[in-house]
């Protein structure tokens, strides 16, 4: 997805928060702040997005949206626990409606057996408590594993939890 598409779709999640009269927050990881970007890429997105969250270390998720250390130390980082406390920390700091967390490994290194490069996990967090995580692999350098999550974070949001 190119940067202009990435903006026609977070105009449309925009769009649809305003319809709803709801908000929406990111804590991100791998993404290093390429969501929260995204999203003020668009003129007025102050109606809908008022604050995300860069948590790229450790220490940073627990202190920033209430990661636990015992998580983080059983499963790491990249894990389902990690970005299901990631989203719903974020979520509850910014007080938004929905909350959209990434933790992955970008590359080139960092990657193993268990968790190879291009692994990217995914935390939704939806009014009324309704928490999603989702598992991707995605392929090619830094740049294309980091857009590629950006997009499919974004696509994700829109289809799956803003579309009526």
């Not at 109606?47 to 790229?56: K, N």
């Not at 009324?128 to 392929?139: D, E, V, Y």
Request: hydrophobic share 40%; proline share 2%.
């Amino acid at each position: 997805m190119n940067d202009q598409q990435l903006m026609r779709l977070s105009a449309e999640i925009g769009n649809r928060l305003k319809q709803q009269k709801a908000t929406v927050t990111c804590a991100e990881s791998c993404t290093g702040g390429w969501i929260a970007k995204v999203f003020t890429d668009v003129s007025g997105s102050s109606a809908w997005f008022e604050r995300g969250f860069v948590t790229y270390s450790n220490e940073a998720k627990q202190e920033l949206v209430n990661v636990q250390a015992e998580s983080l130390a059983q499963h790491g980082a990249v894990s389902e626990t990690v970005v299901r406390e990631m989203a719903l920390g974020a979520q509850h700091a910014a007080r938004a409606d929905y909350a959209v967390s990434v933790s992955g490994i970008a590359g080139p290194d960092g990657g193993s057996a268990e968790k190879p490069t291009g692994t990217v996990w995914f935390g939704f967090a939806a009014p009324q408590g309704n928490i999603s995580t989702f598992c991707q692999h995605f392929t090619g350098d830094r740049e294309a594993v980091r857009r590629q999550s950006v997009a499919w974070a974004l696509q994700k949001l829109h289809d799956e939890f803003l579309t009526n």
